[in-house]
């Protein structure tokens, strides 16, 4: 019965066209169970891999065959700097590259600041030797005086190697005395910068001008060495009466306890050397004068001669300020000089 229902399946695919797929495909899974499966004829079951050829490869061919047809990236950066943009809410490429710069100068800091305890740490003995004992100290008090823009604050700056006064193309700058100290191996000079002198007070409109000017007279006689400053340009091209009397009535004057000193300052503006060499002339008559300098305060032309010569007056006798300790008092003087630099600069007097 089963082998008559087997032909009727057969017999009835059999009369359908072939376009036709079968209807229910369980009668295909029917058929395929019908026949039994042949064993394979082969005797020889075990894999023998001499029949097979093992074919020869060239590594670094295969990679520089590989390494050729690598293709580059064919997407935009800005596009994918906009897709991390949007997935991840920011600019990932941009982020990190400043986080490594920043980790770079961080690093970059810290080492800086190690080598420098370590070379303190090193040297700390060696400092404590360098200390000058107070009974091998010498020092200086220099006062620096002259017409007003004379360049006394420029000079006081070089000297010192720091601002600590102000500085600028007005008058009358300068309104108060200003200290700056050098110290150089067991020598330490002041020098004290002075508002500009004249030999009267007719020509300034306020009184206060007058009382700065009268208290930077009454203390020229304080100090061990005066150095008399003046503009050897401007007397050059405009001479002034009033500078002229300044610089001979100084130079007239002699102190046994005080030596004086004729700077002749911005020569740097002087193209015509030969000229300098007449107001030498002009001034060598003058016997309160110890010493003449040509000398340019914002250059520093010049400045080397003077500081030696200053080295060989000072006197044996301890120092006044420690070269170690910036007192309170005077990092506030050196904040308000700068801040009236910059002010002078760019405030003007508007003539009604």
């Excluded at 229902?5 to 009668?27: C, D, E, F, K, W």
């Excluded at 093992?54 to 897709?83: F, G, H, M």
């Excluded at 600019?91 to 710069?101: D, G, I, R, V």
């Excluded at 007070?201 to 009268?214: F, I, M, N, P, Q």
Aim: hydrophobic share 35%; with cysteine; net charge negative.
């Amino acid at each position: 019965m089963k082998s008559l229902r087997v032909l009727r399946v057969l017999a009835s695919l059999a009369g359908r066209p072939s376009n036709t797929l079968p209807q229910n495909p369980t009668h295909l899974a029917r058929c395929f169970t019908a026949h039994p499966q042949h064993q394979d004829s082969s005797d020889n079951d075990a894999f023998d891999s001499s029949h097979y050829a093992i074919p020869a490869i060239d590594l670094d061919a295969s990679a520089t065959s590989s390494s050729k047809t690598l293709l580059e990236p064919t997407w935009d950066v800005k596009y994918r700097e906009k897709a991390d943009k949007f997935i991840f809410g920011e600019e990932t490429q941009k982020s990190k590259l400043k986080t490594a710069l920043h980790e770079e100068e961080d690093d970059l800091k810290r080492r800086v600041l190690a080598r420098a305890l370590l070379e303190a740490a090193l040297k700390g003995d060696d400092e404590e030797e360098e200390l000058v004992r107070e009974e091998d100290q010498k020092s200086l008090s220099v006062g620096i005086i002259g017409a007003p823009n004379a360049g006394k604050s420029s000079l006081t700056n070089y000297m010192v190697g720091t601002k600590v006064s102000a500085v600028s193309r007005k008058t009358n700058t300068t309104i108060h005395e200003v200290l700056g100290v050098m110290t150089e191996g067991d020598t330490q000079i002041c020098f004290f910068d002075t508002p500009g002198l004249m030999l009267n007070s007719r020509g300034y409109a306020y009184k206060d001008v007058k009382t700065r000017v009268e208290n930077a007279w009454s203390t020229i006689g304080l100090y061990d060495v005066l150095i008399v400053i003046f503009d050897v340009h401007r007397h050059l091209t405009r001479p002034d009466s009033r500078v002229i009397r300044l610089v001979k009535k100084l130079g007239e004057q002699e102190d046994a306890k005080q030596k004086r000193v004729l700077c002749m300052n911005k020569v740097d503006l002087v193209e015509k050397k030969k000229e300098l060499v007449q107001v030498i002339e002009q001034f060598k008559d003058l016997p309160g004068y110890d010493r003449q300098f040509l000398i340019s305060g914002l250059k520093g032309v010049g400045v080397k001669d003077l500081t030696l010569y200053l080295t060989t007056q000072a006197i044996k006798r301890p120092w006044d300020e420690d070269p170690l300790e910036l007192g309170e008092e005077v990092m506030k003087n050196v904040s308000l000089e700068v801040v009236r630099e910059r002010l002078l600069d760019h405030v003007h007097q508007v003539k009604l």
